[in-house]
């Protein structure tokens, strides 16, 4: 088992990026992918809190990870408080630092408390309908301007990251540079302190929409469809097995003695 002292701290963290060493991150949803994100050494994971377990936090082993505490519409949290307990539940668990995209008031409150908040600057899915929707930010000085003036609110309020999703590169070279936060890039260009990307990408298995910023290495796609097919066809044997009686052999079943089933119907008067 791996304990808690023996994986990566906050304090390791920001040590990475000082060092300038470029950090890894994964978002998963399964134990099998964080286990297999541990075996390969990714520095970071991303887990939503209705993935998060203790089981998911073992199979992490030596990650480092965030977990999502639910922006409001996506989930029931809604005041400071709410925030706070539910961060301490993930806490106990195992989780290093908290994903929060609430608004300015409940991330201090949770930096109040010492709780390693992680925001999220640029594009905030939850919120884009404000710039827009799932489009690039930070393109024209103006909004530029408007993401470095929310990184340096976030650090104001002692925020341990921000994830910084689709701008430009030039835009968060600079940010990245001028601020203490551990910056998330997610199609932010290659200066960003960490390289963010889902799982499902990475293994080329998308559903919906495939963001610009995506690499595929492994066609799972295909895979999951060749299994898809192989347990239709599965189904259908046994389908077929039952009906022709094939199924169960002689093998499946539970054998009983001649005497015992003569003395079992003799006690039915059979």
Not at 81 to 88: I, R, V
Request: glycine fraction near 8%.
């Amino acid at each position: 088992m791996v304990t808690k002292s023996s994986r990566p701290t906050v304090a390791d963290i920001r040590a990475m990026k000082g060092r300038g060493q470029k950090i890894s991150m994964l978002y998963v949803t399964s134990v099998e992918e964080a286990a297999a994100a541990d075996a390969a050494g990714v520095d970071m994971l991303s887990i939503e809190g209705r993935f998060f377990s203790p089981e998911m936090r073992e199979a992490a082993g030596r990650c480092f990870v965030q977990v999502g505490l639910p922006y409001g519409p996506a989930g029931d949290l809604v005041t400071a408080e709410d925030y706070l307990k539910t961060a301490y539940h993930f806490m106990r668990i195992g989780g290093d630092c908290f994903y929060c995209a609430a608004s300015l008031d409940i991330q201090k409150t949770l930096c109040d408390n010492a709780v390693p908040i992680v925001a999220h600057v640029g594009l905030i899915p939850s919120q884009c309908t404000w710039t827009g929707g799932f489009k690039a930010v930070g393109r024209t000085a103006e909004s530029a301007r408007a993401v470095w003036d929310h990184v340096k609110r976030l650090e104001a309020i002692g925020c341990f990251g921000a994830e910084l999703e689709v701008v430009p590169d030039r835009i968060a070279e600079l940010i990245t540079r001028n601020t203490p936060m551990i910056m998330l890039g997610m199609g932010a260009g290659p200066h960003a302190d960490a390289q963010y990307l889902f799982s499902e990408d990475v293994l080329g298995h998308t559903a919906g929409h495939r963001p610009r910023h995506a690499k595929t290495y492994r066609n799972f796609a295909a895979e999951y469809e060749r299994l898809q097919r192989e347990r239709v066809a599965a189904y259908r044997e046994f389908i077929s097995d039952v009906q022709t009686g094939a199924y169960p052999e002689p093998q499946h079943v539970v054998p009983v003695t001649d005497e015992e089933f003569s003395a079992f119907k003799a006690s039915l008067g059979l």
